[in-house]
C-alpha cells in the first residue's frame, strides 16, 4: 500500500515570504497527485492535480503554483504568500478511484 | 457541475446514540460516492465507499447506501463512541471528469460526549 509524506507538519510565515510545500509518495509509481486546502471552518478546495512529470492542472486562479519534479515529488509554492493562504494543506494521491491522503502541513501567515 | 451538501454541524451526540449526517449529490454522470473522516490533527481517511446505486458502504460499525432516486449517501451508525468524534466529509468522483477530481461537501464535525 502507498504511503503518503509531507513536510513540514506546521509552519509559521509572515505575509510575502516564499512558501515551498512537499509531497512524496511510496508504494506506488505514476500515481495521480492532489493538492488540496482546508481553511478554517470550511471544506476541502482542490487546488492542483497532476497526472504526470510535468504536468499540473490549476483548479482556482491564486498566487500559488504547483510543481511535479519527479514521479512521486509534488511541491506546493508561493513567491509571496497572502493572510488568506493559511489553512491546512492536504496531498493526496489517486490509487484505481480511491485518493488517499497525507497527514496535512497546518500554514499560518502572520 | 458538480456539488455534494452535507447536514451541517456541530452535531452532539451522547454515547451509544445512533448517527446520521445527511449527504445529498448533484452530479452528471454516474459517480462514485465517498465518506472520509478527519480526527483532530490528521489528514483525512476514507472511511467508506460505494461505486454504484444501491450499494451499501460499511466500515468499522458506518454504513451507507447510494441511493440514486433521492441523490443520497446518508452516514449511519447504530451507537456511536467518543473514539468516533472528527468531522465527516462526503465526497464524490464522478466518471464524466475521469474520475480525477473528488467533490467535496464542507464536512460535519461530530462529538461524542461520554
Known amino acids: 500500500s502507498q504511503t503518503i509524506h509531507q513536510w513540514p507538519a506546521t509552519l509559521v510565515q509572515p505575509v510575502g515570504s516564499p512558501l515551498s510545500l512537499e509531497c512524496t509518495v511510496e508504494?506506488?509509481?505514476?500515481?495521480?497527485l492532489y493538492w488540496y486546502r482546508q481553511a478554517a471552518g470550511r471544506g476541502l478546495q482542490l487546488l492542483f492535480y497532476?497526472?504526470?512529470?510535468?504536468?499540473i492542472s490549476s483548479e482556482v486562479p491564486q498566487n500559488l503554483s504547483a510543481s511535479r519534479p519527479q514521479d512521486r515529488q509534488f511541491i506546493l509554492s508561493s513567491k509571496k504568500l497572502l493572510l488568506s493562504d493559511s489553512g491546512f494543506y492536504l496531498c493526496?494521491?489517486?490509487?484505481?478511484?480511491?485518493?488517499?491522503f497525507g497527514p496535512g502541513t497546518r500554514l499560518t501567515v502572520t | 457541475g458538480n456539488s455534494v451538501t452535507q447536514m451541517e454541524g456541530p452535531v452532539t451526540l451522547s454515547e451509544e446514540a445512533f448517527l446520521t449526517i445527511n449527504c445529498t449529490y448533484t452530479a452528471t454522470g454516474y459517480p462514485s460516492l465517498f465518506w472520509y473522516v478527519q480526527y483532530p490533527g490528521e489528514g483525512l481517511q476514507l472511511l467508506l465507499k460505494a461505486t454504484k446505486a444501491d450499494d451499501k458502504g460499511s466500515n468499522k460499525g458506518f454504513e451507507a447506501t447510494y441511493r440514486k432516486e433521492t441523490t443520497s449517501f446518508h452516514l449511519e451508525k447504530g451507537s456511536v463512541q467518543v473514539s468516533d468524534s472528527a468531522v465527516y466529509f462526503c465526497a464524490l468522483s464522478d466518471p464524466a471528469f475521469g474520475n480525477e477530481k473528488l467533490t467535496f461537501g464542507t464536512g460535519t464535525r461530530l462529538t461524542i460526549i461520554p
Open positions: 497532476s497526472v504526470g512529470i510535468g504536468q
Open positions: 493526496a494521491a489517486r490509487q484505481v478511484y480511491e485518493q488517499y
Open positions: 508504494g506506488t509509481s505514476n500515481p495521480n
